[in-house]
C-alpha cells in the first residue's frame, strides 16, 4: 500500500478536521492575551500556543478511540494507526506561500523522528533520484502562524532530513488547511477586520465529546 494511501485510510476527515480545531483553538486562546508591550514575543507564544495544542490533543485522544497517546512526557507523541504523530509549529505566516520549506524549530525530538524514518527510506528503483519513504511512521502536525496574523496553514509532513538539528527536508506533505484569501501583516501590525466588527467574545476551553466505540462488523469475504 502507498503512503498516500495509507494516509487517506487512518486520517480521515473528522480526524484531520478534529486535528485542525484543536490548533485552532490554541491560537483562539492566547491571540488576545499577546501583549508586546509587557514583554511577550514570538518565543513566549509559541511556548504558550503549543502547551494549549498538546493539552488539546490528549483530549482529543481521551475521547476519540482512533488516537491514542504513546508517549506524554517529556513530548507528547500520539498514536493513530500506524503512525506516531507529534505536533510543532513550522513558521509564521509570512511562509504560507510555501509550506514545503517550512520546518519546525525545535532541536530535541525532531532529529528523533528523523531518525527513524531514515532507516526506512528505500531507493525507488523506478525513480532512481528520488527514495521511497512507504514505510516512514512518524509524522509532524505543523500550525503555520503567528500571535498577529492567527493561523494560516496546518499541514502533517515525513521529515527525512535534519540540518543543524533541526528537519531540513519533507518527504511527503499533506495541506490539511489552508486559510483562503491571506494577507500577511508584517511586523507588530495585525490584519485588520474586513467589514463590520464582531463583538469581543470570551474564548472558552475546546470542548471535546467522545464518540461511541463502532462495533466492529465481521468479515463475510
Known sequence: MTLDKLFLQTFTGSIQQDLIDCLQNAYDVNMPIHDPSVGHDPASFGFLNYKTKTFNLKNLAGVNPDIAIARANPYLSLQIGEFRLSAYNAGDASMVEDLMECFPRNKNRAPEMTKENAVQLR???NLPEE????????????DVGDPFNGMAAVFIGVPVKTEKGKI????HQWVLWQRADFDFAPGDT???PVGPVAPVERIQPLKLVRKPQQKAEPNNA
Do not use: A
Open 168 to 171: 531540513s527536508k519533507w518527504s
Open 131 to 142: 527514495l521511497d519513504d512507504s514505510d516512514c511512521r512518524h509524522l509532524v502536525l505543523c
Open 123 to 125: 531507493l525507488d528503483l
Open 190 to 192: 495585525p490584519i485588520g
